[in-house]
């Protein structure tokens, strides 16, 4: 469990960063700064929490980037 503690607009960031997610998987942290609209130290800070949450997780691709999916539901529970 992450010990941060969560503001409002900690909630909308990550609300940001899942919809984007969402519309499309797999993306860099600067796909999502584009997607999402946020700032690259935004983007850094909330993946990181999301990842630590279980919500997300992080694969490095073939070329060595980072690249951010949703956890399925089952692999959360």
């Known amino acids: 469990m992450n010990l941060c ?6 909630k909308q960031t990550r609300s940001q960063l899942l919809a984007a997610l969402r519309t ?5 942290r ?3 700064v584009a997607a999402s609209g ?3 130290d935004q983007v850094r800070r909330q993946t990181k ?3 630590i949450d279980g919500v997300i997780e992080s694969r490095l691709d073939g070329m ?3 690249r951010y999916f949703m956890k399925s539901t089952r692999s959360r529970q």
């Not at 503690?5 to 900690?10: A, E, H, L, V």
């Open 49 to 51: 929490n999301l990842c």
């Open 5 to 10: 503690f969560s503001t409002d607009r900690g």
């Open 38 to 40: 946020l700032t690259y």
């Open 30 to 32: 600067n796909e999502l």
């Open 64 to 66: 060595g980037s980072r």
């Open 24 to 28: 499309q998987d797999g993306l860099t």
